[in-house]
């Protein structure tokens, strides 16, 4: 397993070893010692979760403030441009975000700790998005902050506007959004 830290250090990058031939391949997709040395404390899992997107869906950007979710994120089927935005107030990289491609060919996974939010966009015709979270859904505490907000300035890789859901469509900017100490 190769970890790679991020420009925001807190969120790593995890690329599986892979081996294949011309049957197939195999890799190891989690492995919880491995885990926990590559981001230097103990994390533990509670829920999986699996969605599907069309092309050019846009999920995000999600938190839950109140029991928020590290998530361990990886693409099974297409391709995403994966985000996690830093909204800890107390953190040195408070306000920015990293973003990576993920897809089912290059298999790598995206560390997103608490305290971030999180989205992504479908960039394939289809894509099977799998992750494990280290705190069960809450919906009563979930918030959104726009994708599109002028502050952050993601650079998603998009053409045309992408498809979101009413909820992202209406989530206030990241300077009202609630944040972490």
């Known amino acids: 397993m190769k970890v790679t830290r991020?420009?925001?250090?807190?969120?790593?990058?995890?690329?599986?070893?892979?081996?294949?031939?011309?049957?197939?391949?195999?890799?190891?997709?989690?492995?919880?010692?491995?885990?926990?040395?590559?981001?230097?404390?103990?994390?533990?899992?509670?829920?999986?979760n699996q969605s599907r997107s069309a092309k050019n869906i846009l999920r995000g950007l999600h938190y839950q403030i109140i029991r928020p979710q590290g998530k361990l994120v990886r693409v099974v089927r297409g391709e995403v441009f994966d985000v996690a935005v830093d909204i800890r107030k107390s953190s040195a990289t408070f306000g920015q975000w990293v973003g990576e491609r993920l897809s089912a060919e290059n298999k790598k996974q995206l560390w997103i700790p608490e305290g971030f939010a999180h989205g992504f966009f479908t960039l394939s015709e289809h894509a099977e998005f799998l992750y494990k979270t280290t705190d069960y859904y809450a919906p009563e505490h979930e918030r959104c902050i726009r994708w599109d907000d002028s502050d952050l300035a993601i650079k998603w890789p998009l053409v045309g506007e992408p498809q979101v859901s009413k909820k992202d469509h209406t989530a206030p900017s990241f300077v009202k959004a609630e944040s972490f100490v």
């Open 6 to 48: 991020l420009d925001i250090p807190d969120a790593c990058l995890i690329e599986p070893q892979v081996f294949g031939d011309a049957r197939g391949f195999f890799f190891e997709s989690f492995n919880q010692r491995q885990f926990n040395e590559a981001i230097g404390r103990e994390v533990t899992f509670v829920q999986d």
